[in-house]
């Protein structure tokens, strides 16, 4: 009977041990789960490649729509009128034998005609404004010139505010269109020269004036 005993005794503790060995490991899986948790929230130091914050990566639309701006393009564009002006007027102060650093200024009149001014004798000037407005050339460039260079600036300007201290511009937002085929430069130009008539000119500080653009050379404007 003791050796019967015995053995049932041995049996008693083995079953016992087998019920405890799944809570023991039900309980060390808990507290596994629960240092990966407080792992998991804990915060990571500046220079912890394993999280980005999600501020980084969820950029706002609003600014996407300038940073794909082509505004390379859009300089080259309008450099190319802006250096076809400045050659013109100064083979014509050569060829009135005028001093090449003499600062005039080229706009136009309330009838759409190009006016020059400058220390010059009126004789010269009227004969230099005569040639100008005969020059198709020199006419169409200007008048590209007088509607996308202020386009151009205004845009350069909020870009570069907006990179520096992330200071968004409501009219340029206003300006891009959401489909890039619609973002060439004269899509621009167009938009900006609607919205600065029919906006308040002190809201966006912009000049509502178009004829008030002038080219100036050998000065700054």
Sequence with gaps: MSLLTSLIQASTRFQQTLEKRPAASGAEEQKA??????????????????????????????????QKLPLADYKQTVGQDLAFIRETLRHKLAEYNLNP???????????GK????????EETRNRIEKDLNVNKNFADAFSRLSVNEPTLHFMDNALKLNQAYGVNNSL??????????FNGLQD??????????????DQFNVT???GAYAFNLNTRA
């Design 208 to 210: 509502a004036n178009r």
């Design 33 to 66: 789960k629960g240092t990966a948790s407080a792992e998991a929230l804990q915060p990571t130091g500046p220079g912890d490649d394993r999280f980005t914050p999600s501020g980084d990566l969820l950029t706002d639309g609003g600014k996407l729509k300038p």
């Design 172 to 181: 340029l937002d206003t300006l891009i269109s959401e489909n890039q085929q």
């Design 188 to 201: 621009l130009v167009h938009r900006y020269d609607t919205l600065r008539r029919s906006a308040p000119t």
């Design 114 to 121: 190009i006016e020059v001014d400058g220390n010059l004798a």
């Design 101 to 111: 650093s003499l600062a005039v200024s080229v706009n136009k009149n309330d009838n």
